[in-house]
């Protein structure tokens, strides 16, 4: 199909962009990339009145690594992020997570801040800023705030975010450089989203016991979740087959996972605690 | 609304709505039909060009998105006489009803012009995001990873 009619607008600054937002009394909707509007409009799931395009507004397409962590303008692309190496040390995980994005030619277009707006229950991206408690810079027309990730997902393709309001900037706390991690996920062709997935970070003291897990899953809920019981297995003692069964079986029933044309919930359940199973496994080789 | 851009090397000016494709523009408006449109909505990779040397799903983006870049469209790889990449195609059988196929040369064009080196698994990677429903793609990635010494040599002597 084709979109329905909709006004286009190209501002060249976010007060700009804000102001026509604020114009389309809740009836405008912002696009970078496209590759998540542009298939919801071709199926006139969006029927927007007006477009407004970041296109040429400037600094949004910056990766900034410093000691208070990575933070990526929301007009970042895939390709962008897979091609900048420094991120292999300060954050592996989100470097291995993309990788699972879609395709080569979205993976070209797609970006981060889309990614993240349109909150698919599913995709990696805000699957690992909730697992890394990331924060979310937000401008709109009452000013700039910042959200936590966990804050800013409320439901399926639904965020916080105002009808005036832009994301700008997600923002990865610091990674410690002897920090573990793992991202496993299950799609039945490489590219589609996944049925499920699981995304990992801990760090070790001195007697090699878990601090601070950080256990996340997408595909599972209405939106990415952490997996606190989980996290509380792991938390104290050391990985180790005991610990690992522990935590896989603490997943399996902390979830209610939706079942669909895809999969059965009881088969993301299962599927959730073989993905925590392998990425431990995984995790401490790293 | 009034778009101008580069296309196949050419500046083109047009007069699209704002919920205008890229692929019907270029298909509609400017008589470039050898991208193909094939689900438009991003999951077949039939439309792929090349903007700014990058491949894009033409389906994926507005015309009025591309205004002032550079896109390269199938009827851009090769003149009068078929490209390496398409003669590769040809010797390998890696078409049949050839609806795909300008995807799949414009996607292999800019993998191979950006990692003239890729290996099989990045070349399986990367046509992951294209369908073909003739071949199994086997003959495919077998032409593709043929044509990967005609990049290479083209890379030295520039």
């Known amino acids: 199909m084709k979109p329905s009619s909709f006004d286009y607008k190209s501002p060249a600054t976010l007060h700009e962009a804000v102001s026509l937002l604020e114009s389309g009394n809740g009836n405008a909707k912002l696009i970078a990339g496209g590759q998540s509007l542009m298939p919801m409009l071709a199926f006139r799931l969006a029927v927007p009145e007006l477009l407004v395009d970041l296109k040429r507004i400037p600094g949004l397409d910056v990766i900034n690594i410093g000691e208070d962590g990575v933070r990526i303008g929301a007009r970042v692309r895939w390709c962008d992020i897979a091609r900048d190496r420094r991120l292999l040390r300060a954050q592996p995980l989100l470097m291995e997570a993309i990788t699972h994005v879609a395709h080569y030619q979205i993976q070209n277009r797609g970006t981060i801040g889309g990614s993240l707006a349109h909150a698919d229950p599913a995709a990696e991206m805000p699957g690992i800023a909730v697992t890394c408690d990331a924060q979310i810079a937000i401008i709109g027309s009452a000013g700039e705030r910042i959200e936590r990730a966990a804050n800013f997902f409320t439901g399926p393709l639904q965020t916080s975010l105002g009808p005036d309001e832009i994301l700008t900037e997600v923002r990865l706390p610091p990674w410690p450089s002897a920090r573990r991690w793992a991202f496993r996920e299950f799609a039945r062709r490489k590219g589609d989203f996944a049925m499920a997935g699981i995304a990992l970070h801990y760090d070790l003291d001195d007697k090699q016991c878990v601090v601070d897990a950080h256990v996340g899953a997408i595909g599972v809920a209405d939106r990415p979740i952490r997996l606190a019981a989980a996290e509380a297995v792991l938390n104290g003692g050391p990985v180790n087959e005991n610990n690992i069964a522990a935590a896989a079986a603490a997943a399996r029933a902390e979830i209610d996972p939706p079942s669909d044309i895809h999969a059965p919930g009881a088969y993301r359940r299962a599927l959730v605690a073989t993905l925590l199973t392998r990425g431990l496994i995984q995790s401490i080789g790293r | ?158």
């Not at chain 2, 390496?84 to 414009?106: V, Y």
């Not at chain 2, 890729?118 to 399986?124: C, L, S, T, Y």
């Open chain 2, 1 to 158: 609304m009034k778009i101008k851009f580069q296309l196949n090397g050419d500046t083109v000016s047009t007069e699209v709505e704002a919920r205008t494709s890229l692929a019907d523009c270029l298909r509609d408006n400017l008589g470039k039909n050898g991208t193909h449109l094939g689900c438009e909505h991003g999951v077949c990779g039939a439309c792929t060009v090349l903007l700014n040397g990058e491949a894009v799903r033409s389906c994926l983006m507005l015309a009025v998105q591309a205004d002032g870049e550079k896109v390269i469209t199938v009827e851009g790889l090769s003149g009068d006489e078929l490209s390496p990449l398409q003669a590769s195609f040809r010797k390998h059988h890696a078409l049949q009803c050839g609806f795909c196929t300008p995807g799949f040369i414009t996607t292999a064009h800019a993998l191979l012009s950006n990692e003239p080196d890729a290996d099989e698994n990045r070349i399986r990677d990367v046509l992951s995001g294209n369908l073909c429903r003739c071949t199994g793609y086997i003959s495919i990635v077998e032409a593709v990873m043929d044509a990967r010494k005609f990049y290479a040599v083209h890379e030295e002597q520039q």
